[in-house]
């Protein structure tokens, strides 16, 4: 779906203009978008895969929930409508803990460039992965894999996971160690 997003400037800050997504894609115009890594106190994630049809990396395991943060709409308000709308789970802000922000432009053909600021989110939540409904059109598949597992499938030589980087994913599994519920 195609929506107006605001672009930012090298600081990460919006800079006063908006375009449509699909625009800011043909371009590499920098925006930004909301990851959430929801787990649950059985040391279980909540992993995706991107539906078939997606431009980028269809097929491939990603973070739990992830989307565009519309204009003039603040990260976590993208992160709360992005969770209920991809897999119709509902959480409330204080689910949410702010973990920071990672950099990201992969050039994926001349005319498609994500130049994206990802704000992450870590969400500690009891799910029940059998009521959790998907939005066909972004996501083909749900499950639940230990945190452990996650590590080693995402860090093994020929995973099926978006390629984020491994930077990124230490910062994200670093902050999931470090919550109450895996000390």
């Not at 990851?35 to 909540?46: A, D, G, R, S």
Request: proline share 3%; hydrophobic share 35%.
């Amino acid at each position: 779906m195609d929506e107006y997003i605001d672009l930012l400037n090298n600081t990460g800050k919006p800079n006063g203009t908006t375009c449509l997504k699909s625009e800011a894609h043909k371009k590499g115009l920098f925006h930004a978008s909301a990851h959430i890594w929801i787990f649950n106190n059985n040391k279980e994630v909540l992993i995706q895969k991107r539906a078939s049809n997606k431009e980028t990396f269809p097929n491939l395991w990603d973070v739990s929930v992830a989307g565009h943060i519309s204009a003039g709409e603040k990260p976590i308000v993208s992160a709360l409508r992005e969770v209920e709308e991809e897999i119709g789970l509902i959480v409330k802000p204080d689910n949410l803990y702010y973990i920071g922000t990672s950099k990201k432009r992969i050039e994926h053909k001349k005319d498609l460039i994500d130049n994206e600021l990802h704000h992450i989110y870590i969400c500690n939540i009891n799910f029940d992965i059998n009521s959790l409904k998907i939005q066909t059109e972004e996501v083909s598949e749900i499950k639940s894999i230990t945190f452990q597992s996650l590590i080693e499938a995402v860090n093994s030589k020929n995973n099926n996971f978006v390629p984020h980087g491994k930077d990124y994913y230490n910062f994200v599994f670093n902050a999931i160690k470090n919550t109450l519920s895996f000390k």
